[in-house]
């Protein structure tokens, strides 16, 4: 497989998501894997997450996190947070953020609306939506016939389920400026995670890679702790083979990005995955966009939230061209 980004068609998009915050220990290890469901977790400092990463035939890129978490002030708040970057690279920035109370859950946990956002986790179709006076967004995909996920390959303490690699997505957006909402098709990769009790030695860093090709999607994540430690897992879903998955694949970060360079949050300029069934390459080409993820938190909670963690995250999200066999 082969993967090209130009100016005038993406390819491929990899993102990086660098985290220096440090993720919470889980408690409730035995909870449903696979199963979308809210999980409402009891940690002072418990979060989970929802994260979509989407591509559109339009040449527009969709960076959407729906969040719960206890840090901060009370519990239980509710945050969504969307970055939409245009094929010419301007970027629009959304969020909603809502107290414990002010924002609406449904009774099976799977749909939830913040403000003007919403996210319906029923099947067969999942929707993500929002509305407001400068930018409305309407989507509607259906997730991998069966989540996957990967005991070995994340550190104890810490969940991720990877509910769609790579699969069709089709809605409208709109932003102010546009006379009539642009209807958009593509494809778009989704996971859910989740942790319990704030911790500072587990994550340091992750680092994940979307091919978002509908044919033959892969999907790789890199998680490092603060000692250095690495896991790593891969997923690959042939067209007309079984899934392939495995965390025993070593990652390879190279070199060091020219665009974007501050200290403590080195961008690789190459990142090479390999074992004995796959081996590939992916060449660092232009940095999308590089968020605080604080910045992201509604007020009142988010000078709590800064305080609690007493740290400085960021986010890095970069298109590449790749090879994989």
């Known amino acids: 497989m082969r993967g090209e980004?130009?100016?005038?068609?993406?390819?491929?998009?990899?993102?990086?998501?660098?985290?220096?915050?440090?993720?919470?220990?889980?408690?409730?290890?035995?909870?449903?894997?696979?199963n979308p469901t809210a999980r409402l977790l009891p940690g002072d400092s418990a979060s989970e997450h929802w994260e979509f990463t989407a591509r559109f035939d339009s040449g527009h890129l969709l960076f959407a996190e729906f969040l719960i978490t206890n840090i901060g002030l009370g519990e239980r708040n509710a945050e969504a947070a969307w970055h939409l970057v245009a094929p010419e690279g301007k970027t629009r920035r959304t969020t909603n953020g809502?107290?414990?109370?002010?924002?609406?859950?449904?009774?099976?946990?799977?749909?939830?609306?913040?403000?003007?956002?919403?996210?319906?986790l029923h099947t067969p179709t999942y929707q993500l939506q929002v509305n407001k006076k400068s930018i409305r967004i309407n989507l509607q995909f259906r997730p991998d016939?069966?989540?996957?996920?990967?005991?070995?390959?994340?550190?104890?303490?810490?969940?991720l389920d990877l509910l769609a690699a790579a699969v069709p997505v089709e809605g409208t957006l709109w932003v102010k400026g546009m006379k009539t909402p642009l209807i958009v098709k593509g494809t778009v990769a989704a996971t859910h995670s989740w942790t319990n009790e704030a911790g500072s030695s587990l994550i340091r860093r992750r680092v994940e890679f979307f091919s978002l090709q509908e044919q033959n999607p892969f999907y790789g994540v890199e998680f490092t702790t603060?000692?250095?430690?690495?896991?790593?897992?891969?997923?690959?879903?042939p067209n007309g083979s079984e899934m392939y998955d495995s965390s025993m694949v070593e990652w390879a970060l190279d070199g060091r990005a020219q665009e974007l360079r501050e200290r403590g949050y080195e961008v690789p300029a190459t990142v090479a995955v390999k074992n004995a069934q796959l081996e590939g390459k992916a060449r660092l080409e232009r940095i999308l966009l590089r968020t605080d993820p604080f910045v992201d938190i509604p007020r009142p909670f988010r000078f709590a939230v800064s305080l609690a963690l007493d740290l400085r995250p960021r986010r890095i999200w970069a298109l590449s061209p790749y090879e994989l066999s």
């Open 5 to 34: 980004s130009s100016i005038a068609r993406i390819r491929t998009v990899w993102l990086l998501v660098w985290f220096m915050a440090l993720f919470p220990a889980l408690s409730h290890a035995t909870e449903e894997r696979g």
């Open 145 to 159: 016939a069966q989540a996957v996920w990967s005991e070995k390959a994340v550190p104890s303490g810490y969940a």
């Open 226 to 237: 603060p000692n250095g430690t690495q896991a790593q897992w891969v997923v690959v879903k």
């Open 98 to 120: 809502r107290r414990e109370g002010n924002w609406t859950l449904s009774t099976d946990h799977l749909r939830m609306e913040i403000g003007s956002s919403l996210l319906d």
